[in-house]
């Protein structure tokens, strides 16, 4: 048996922040307290913060089909030096997981390839842009943890209602990419003032809130757990706020960029700044910042979407590709904005990043720092300020428009399973 001691630390444990120590032994919590055994190897967190390993419930890994973007194993290390151990993986990968052999494949390949755990998500339709639904059933059997068509919206309603009857059949989670094709109108970023001054096509924000709305009426009809992935706007709030007050069975994640950025940041014609859904107005900001901290918005979660320097010409939004890389930044933005900020709590913060996502998702071994739980355990360093650089990123792509900023809370030590998957070098 390996033992490690992780001592010194303030541990985040059951919901509260107490100066104790772990013990780990093999891949296991074995206790968490004080004056526990000496262990084979002693890991110094004196001054730093213990944490349940962070969980994100919404990345994208690219491979196989796309690995010129980003592979299994940088985006696991990336994930890891983020702090998070647990990761839910989108289906937009070639093939796209829609069959049971496809399902096996993706999820064979996640675990020989991932320093992370890693749950995959099936496709909603075959091809995760047509009509023609999968066998829910059966790629559950396969390994799916939940559904999504992420990247793209379910356009009929006809479509996502048959889906909510089916996943809903399963007790899994239906994990919408809420966006309306017929309401962009070629937009590639918020319709409003600051696409006036940039000279760039904008898309309203009904794109997204009118599918909502929709959505909301068919997962109250259906019973399904509805779950709106990177929820953007104030309408989109209103909206989800009522429904769970109605008691439809909704929740909701928010990603950093939409929480501290809004189309007024935007500094110029950047597509580091050009992702989908894209940056709202400062007033979709707040509605985003009021939902998290009144519970509406359930979770943070990064939509890590890594790509080639290539299709992210920094000059120019037109013809780039949509997404921003976020494993690495999305901790110490967070906490940096938020939690030194006056905004929220570190608690708070630690809830949306590890314990609600693990516990909605049903991820029973994630979340939580319990003895017999995985030792899945992030050593933050909450004290030195370090600037975010493009030269220290894991992931393949570098396309992130917090790179170059100041923060507090980088990982020093990530574990998953009790062995060291990151460690900071300098």
């Known amino acids: 048996m390996t033992t490690k001691l992780i001592k010194g630390g303030t541990v985040f444990v059951n919901g509260q922040l107490v100066k104790t120590d772990v013990r780990i032994a093999d891949d296991k919590i074995q206790a968490i307290g ?72 993706q999820t064979s ?62 007790d899994m989670i239906l994990a919408a990419h809420v966006e309306d094709d017929s309401l962009l109108f070629g937009g590639i970023m918020t319709a409003g003032k600051r696409a006036e001054e940039l000279g760039l096509p904008g898309a309203p924000s009904v794109s997204e809130s009118a599918q909502v709305a929709r959505d909301l009426v068919l997962a109250n009809a259906t019973g399904v757990h509805y779950h709106i992935c990177h929820i953007s706007t104030k309408e989109s709030i209103a909206m989800v ?75 120019d939004m037109r013809g780039a590709a949509n997404g921003i890389t976020g494993s690495e930044t999305a901790f110490p933005m967070m906490y940096t904005k938020f939690v030194k900020g006056g905004f929220c709590t570190l608690e708070q913060l630690l809830n949306w990043m590890s314990t609600k996502p693990a516990d909605i998702f049903g991820l029973k071994e994630a979340g939580h720092l319990e003895p017999g739980k995985p030792a899945d355990i992030a050593i933050f360093d909450l004290d030195t300020q370090r600037t975010l650089n493009e030269a220290d990123y894991l992931s393949k792509g570098v396309n992130n428009p917090f790179t170059g900023q100041k923060v507090y809370g980088t990982a020093d030590l990530t574990l998953v399973d009790g062995e060291i998957v990151y460690q900071r070098k300098n």
């Open 241 to 315: 706020r009522f429904a769970k007050s109605q008691g439809v069975n909704v929740t909701c994640e928010a990603s950093p960029h939409h929480l501290l950025l809004a189309d007024q940041d935007i500094p110029a014609n950047n597509s580091y700044y050009k992702m989908n859904p894209p940056l709202r107005h400062e007033d979709d900001r707040q509605a985003l910042i009021e939902g998290l901290l009144d519970g509406t918005v359930d979770m943070i979660a990064t939509d890590h979407a890594p790509h080639s320097k290539d299709e992210k010409p920094k000059d």
């Open 34 to 105: 004080n004056d526990l055994p000496a262990a084979d190897e002693t890991i110094d967190a004196t001054n730093k913060l213990v944490a349940p390993g962070l969980v994100d419930v919404h990345v994208h890994f690219r491979e196989p089909g796309q690995t010129y973007k980003e592979t299994i194993e940088a985006g696991s290390k990336a994930a890891a030096h983020g702090g998070f151990t647990t990761v839910g993986a989108m289906p937009n990968v070639d093939p796209v997981p829609d069959t049971p052999g496809r399902m096996q494949a």
């Open 109 to 170: 390949l996640n675990q020989k390839e991932g320093v992370v755990h890693i749950f995959q998500y099936g496709a909603i339709t075959h091809g995760r842009t047509s009509e023609k639904l999968v066998d829910f059933h059966a790629l559950k059997q396969a390994g799916a943890y939940a559904f999504s068509n992420d990247g793209s919206g379910v356009q009929t309603a006809g479509t996502m209602y048959q889906a909510m009857e089916g996943i809903a059949k399963e």
